[in-house]
Nanobody, 119 residues
Framework: VQLQASGGGLVQAGGSLRLSCAAS??????MGWFRQSPGGEREFVAA????????FYSDSDSGRFTISIDNAKNTVYLQMNSLKPEDTAIYYC???????????????WGQGTQVTVSS
């Protein structure tokens, strides 16, 4: 099982990024995105059920983020718009069997991709 996250980078406030997470060795799983800033705890960003049937977002997203899944490619995406400096963090993708807003139910984790938003 492997989750490969990509798409992070440096962007100015108000800009956009699209993160990708390719999953291998897994099918029909819940996929989620979490983030962790320096000195902070890992926090939930968004999650989507198998085949994109349901999606959850954190309250802080305020409609700026969109999670989607391409089952043919076994890849989940996180489109992030109107980025703010407080969105700066390492973003991790995760996979599991339960659609949840907490980290514990997720069984597999990717290596993380750094997102830096400059003011």
């Amino acid at each position: 099982v492997q989750l490969q996250a990509s798409g992070g980078g440096l962007v100015q406030a108000g800009g956009s990024l699209r993160l990708s997470c390719a999953a291998s060795g897994l099918t029909s799983v819940v996929m989620g995105w979490f983030r962790q800033s320096p000195g902070g705890e890992r926090e939930f960003v968004a999650a989507i059920g198998p085949f994109g049937g349901a999606a959850f977002y954190s309250d802080s997203d305020s409609g700026r983020f969109t999670i989607s899944i391409d089952n043919a490619k076994n890849t989940v995406y996180l489109q992030m718009n109107s980025l703010k400096p407080e969105d700066t963090a390492i973003y991790y993708c995760a996979a599991g069997r339960v659609l949840a807003r907490t980290a514990r139910p997720y069984d597999y984790w990717g290596q993380g991709t750094q997102v830096t938003v400059s003011s």
